[in-house]
């Protein structure tokens, strides 16, 4: 999607991908696997990348159960399961997508210590999980469906769960960043957004959390941790 897109978001109100293709970037994907394999493999790809600065930033060593929603093929479920060996985990995506994660676990030696799961995070998500992990997620969608997704995960969290949100934060001032950069490409794509400190807190207020600590990393990323209320 080129540049025009921005500009036809900016003319019509719709996402420039929804309006050029007729359906949202997941439909497509979900009706084109040779596309979405693609996509699949390149974010898998970048979560390698990243995996190498959340997992040691944040300690994961004190929970027991521990599911990635929206995990993708399991690449960041895969790098938290090998670096501590006392937690068992899972992963949560549409059925098109988790095809791919047993056999990663399986090649990274954790396939008995993580369970696969399918369905839709709009509709419920997997229960009895001390710790929900999104990454890049949330960035994908506005306020509402970000809310929708994060109050099903409130009603599956016993008292006492955290919810780790990996995103990069959006700083207040005019100064350059990635973040902003990406912001865009999100209003175009999906209609999602980049968001500040505030903001997230904001989201987490509106679902059922509250925003604890943001953890830096030595990237662009950061785990941003709340607890329910």
């Given at each position: 999607?080129?540049?025009?897109?921005?500009?036809?978001?900016?003319?019509?109100?719709?996402?420039?991908?929804?309006?050029?293709?007729?359906?949202?970037?997941?439909?497509?994907?979900?009706?084109?696997?040779?596309?979405?394999?693609?996509?699949?493999?390149?974010?898998?790809?970048?979560?390698?990348?990243?995996?190498?600065?959340?997992?040691?930033?944040?300690?994961?060593?004190?929970?027991?159960?521990?599911?990635?929603?929206?995990?993708?093929?399991?690449?960041?479920?895969?790098?938290?399961?090998?670096?501590?060996?006392?937690?068992?985990?899972?992963?949560?995506?549409?059925?098109?997508?988790?095809?791919?994660?047993?056999?990663?676990?399986?090649?990274?030696?954790?396939?008995?210590?993580?369970?696969?799961?399918?369905?839709?995070?709009?509709?419920?998500?997997?229960?009895?999980?001390?710790?929900?992990?999104?990454?890049?997620?949330?960035?994908?969608?506005?306020?509402?469906?970000?809310?929708?997704?994060?109050?099903?995960?409130?009603?599956?969290?016993?008292?006492?769960?955290?919810?780790?949100?990996?995103?990069?934060?959006?700083?207040?001032?005019?100064?350059?960043?990635?973040?902003?950069?990406?912001?865009?490409?999100?209003?175009?794509?999906?209609g999602g957004r980049e968001r500040t400190e505030q903001e997230f807190a904001d989201l987490f207020a509106a679902s059922g959390f509250r925003l604890t600590r943001v953890v830096p990393t030595e990237s662009v990323f950061c785990v941003i941790e709340a607890e329910c209320v």
């Open positions: 999607m080129r540049a025009s897109g921005a500009f036809m978001r900016v003319k019509t109100g719709e996402i420039a991908f929804d309006n050029r293709f007729g359906e949202s970037a997941w439909e497509y994907y979900a009706k084109n696997p040779e596309d979405a394999a693609v996509f699949n493999d390149a974010m898998t790809g970048l979560t390698e990348m990243v995996n190498a600065a959340v997992i040691p930033a944040y300690d994961f060593s004190g929970l027991k159960k521990v599911i990635d929603i929206g995990g993708g093929h399991g690449a960041l479920m895969a790098g938290i399961l090998k670096a501590n060996p006392s937690v068992q985990g899972a992963v949560f995506d549409l059925p098109h997508v988790t095809e791919g994660s047993a056999a990663r676990m399986a090649s990274a030696g954790v396939g008995d210590r993580c369970d696969i799961t399918s369905g839709d995070f709009f509709a419920e998500v997997p229960a009895g999980y001390d710790a929900y992990v999104m990454k890049f997620i949330i960035h994908d969608w506005d306020d509402e469906k970000s809310i929708a997704i994060m109050k099903n995960i409130r009603r599956a969290m016993a008292d006492g769960g955290r919810l780790l949100l990996v995103e990069q934060i959006v700083s207040a001032d005019n100064a350059p960043s990635f973040a902003k950069f990406i912001d865009v490409n999100m209003l175009v794509m999906t």
